[in-house]
């Protein structure tokens, strides 16, 4: 059987899964191109993205952060994430000491090399009137950055939004989004998707990964979003169910892959599909053989946002010093593990 054949059978199981329903489909085989993926994130998921590029820069050519700081920002406390590394309060993150920690993690192979991640493109964004994560985090993530890239002016890209909130500025011309679905540009809250009529997805995606061909008004209704079995990746945060926006033009295989994390409170068990829908990455996608992977965390007691961990809260509680920041951080190990899935080709029958 072709692979091509292959590929469709097994997205074709995955089409039609509603968020809840008990059994999803195994995230499929899809024998994607390992050379070009890029980690995207917002807030919980910007730290999260961090995690992953530092922990593993060799699998990934792109870094995209929105509305967070500099990695691993909380060393392992909940304490130290809320006073440091959302509003400042107990003072700046120290970027000597967080080099310090990555130059330990390096000696025991915890994290990848210095000569790996400086060969990464990188885009750092904040909206200067967020209230949630402070601006000046986004700063701090810029200058890291800067200290760890070869050539940082021309690998990074470091923008500020004025009167823009906490969130991910969407482009609302010629989308059928719902009002109701849609935060203030400036105040935020909401679904954290912002009416600012800003397409940061094409900005993000062109940085990171060249000059893309922009996006017809139908490009999205070239693929299927469709839901996934995350239990099989198992780690503690993680939701039972993930989504995969994977475009008509992809089903050969050889695609690249963008790994898109939301946000605290931007998961589909508090949004629904509104952030895997309408971040604008589907578009872009579909019209650049780009497969979209949305994983999804949960809510719980320790986490009631259903943020990612990027404070320690899903390693074993017995641990002193977390490795959530790490190749052997649970949650980190599980979306590589997702990847890996993704790369992989469908075996014959």
């Known amino acids: 059987m072709r692979t091509a054949t292959l590929l469709a059978a097994a997205l074709a199981a995955t089409v039609g899964h509603a968020w809840g329903q008990e059994s999803p489909p195994d995230l499929p085989r899809l024998a ?61 993150p120290d970027l000597d000491a967080l080099a310090r920690r990555r130059r330990d993690y390096q000696t025991r192979d915890l994290v990848g090399s210095d000569e790996a991640f400086a060969e990464l493109r990188a885009f750092v964004w904040h909206g200067n009137d967020d209230d949630v994560v402070d601006p000046s985090l986004g700063e701090a993530l810029a200058t890291q950055l800067s200290d760890w890239l070869a050539d940082p002016d021309e690998q990074l890209l470091h923008q500020q939004a004025s009167a823009t909130g906490h969130g991910w500025p969407i482009r609302t011309q010629d989308r059928d989004i719902p009002p109701e679905q849609l935060g203030d540009c400036r105040r935020g809250g909401g679904t954290h998707l912002l009416a600012c009529d800003t397409d940061l997805a094409g900005t993000v995606l062109n940085w990171l990964h060249g000059d893309l061909t922009a996006p017809s008004e139908q490009a999205t209704k070239a693929g299927e979003l469709a839901t996934f079995d995350q239990t099989e990746f198992e780690a503690k945060g993680l939701a039972d169910t993930g989504y995969l926006y994977v475009p008509e033009s992809c089903q050969d295989g050889g695609c690249d892959l963008t790994l898109a994390l939301h946000g605290c409170a931007m998961g589909a068990e508090q949004i629904g599909e509104t952030f895997v829908r309408h971040s604008g990455l589907n578009a872009w996608a579909a019209t650049n053989q780009r497969v979209v992977l949305y994983p999804q965390a949960e809510t719980s007691l320790a986490n009631p946002q259903g943020c990612w961990d990027w404070w320690g809260f899903a390693e074993s509680t017995w641990q002193l010093h977390p490795l959530h920041d790490t190749r052997q951080g649970t949650q980190v190990s599980a979306l590589m593990a997702m990847l890996e899935r993704l790369v992989e080709t469908p075996a014959s029958p």
């Open 32 to 92: 994607l191109d390992d050379d070009a993926t890029s980690v995207i994130g917002i807030s919980s998921g910007g730290y999260m993205a961090t995690q992953l590029a530092v922990a593993w820069p060799s699998r990934f050519v792109g870094l995209g952060v929105l509305a967070a700081g500099p990695w691993s920002c909380a060393e392992g406390s909940l304490g130290q994430a809320l006073g440091q590394c959302m509003d400042t309060r107990d003072g700046p």
